[in-house]
């Protein structure tokens, strides 16, 4: 079923509604009126040599049941449809060594624009890093841009990372990532709903958003256009109830308007680190985030006529304490005091022609 039925099919869901993949079998084979959208396709299906493609590939078919099986895919029963696609997949081609739902457990998505900056680049690529160094594993779709930065940035770091296809787990595409999906095949694993040698089409990719964002805990935009791919995974996670995170941009950047889209107007998380992300897809009060804060200095302590008296006092042209006074607005008696204590903390020093900040003195 997975060569005759197109991934997500809408009429395929209607169809078959209620029924089990045996009984869908037998149906196809059947001389029953408005099959003949799937029923061509039947004399070219060999599940013999889907099967012997993929063992050669280095692959294997699960389904539903079996221990390798990610169970919260389910969640696309009751996700409703986007683009003309939806449904929980038969079954999927798995290539590589690790087993699915082991990873798939503490994973993030991370997606994006193909045509990306230097700047999406490098964050997609630090993200995972960081992820992968969390013992999270980094899911995309084995695209160019950010997609592939995310994919060589967990390479890089202790984690793994799953490319989840549009086309077979033994098809490369596109051609010039050969390499790194040998090498996601070696260390991580390669997914797909598509039996192997299957090409990518339009409507596959689509389809392929849906498993991206079902089947991880989040979804991280890293750069996209209004129109794009990624917001197609985002709005999976949001119909999958999976947290959204999107990495602010420019704002001259039209590659950045559809991550600052998500977080205007559908309340996608602004993430700016791995922290961020850590702490979108844990329990509540788990990973909390520890926002900056600058370093205390010296200044921080002092109270309100300390911080009035340095304030006055001057940089370069020593001043005498009476002229300081009058700057502050403070009594001399005050002023003297507040200097002396000045002077003991090394914040302030005498010449003979008055005081002067020194040269460590802490910008106010």
Known sequence: MSRVIEPGDPAALTTFAGLTPLEIWDLLHSTAPGLERWSTRLPHVDPARDLDRAHAAGGRFIIPGDDEWPDQLEVLTDAGQQSRRGGVPFG??????????????????????????????HTAAELAAGLGDHGTAVVSGGAYGIDAAAHRGALASSGTTIA????????????????????????????????????PTKLRFL??????????????????????????????AEQCGRAVLAVPGAVTSRMSEGAHLLIRERNA?????????????????????????????????????????????????????????ITAGLDLATVQECLETLDQAHLIEYTPTGWHLTRQTPDL
């Open 92 to 121: 999927l081609w798995v290539r590589g060594t690790p087993n699915l739902r082991e990873l798939l457990a503490n994973s993030v998505a991370i997606v994006g624009a193909r045509a990306c900056s230097s700047y999406g680049e």
């Open 164 to 199: 989840v296809l549009a086309c077979g787990v033994d098809v490369s595409y596109p051609k010039r990532n050969s390499a790194l999906f040998d090498r996601i095949a070696a260390e991580g694993l390669l997914l797909s709903e598509l039996p192997p040698g299957c090409s």
């Open 207 to 236: 389809a392929r958003n849906r498993l991206i964002a079902a089947a991880t805990l989040g979804t991280v935009v890293v750069e996209a256009a209004i129109r794009s791919g990624a917001l197609n995974s985002a709005g999976w």
């Open 269 to 325: 998380t602004l993430a700016t680190s791995v922290a961020d992300i850590l702490e979108a897809i844990s329990p509540l009060g788990e990973h909390l985030t520890t926002y900056p804060h600058a370093a205390p200095t010296p200044i921080d302590a002092l109270d309100h006529d300390l911080r009035r008296t340095l304030d006055a006092v001057p940089v370069l042209r020593p001043a005498p304490a009476h002229r300081i006074a």
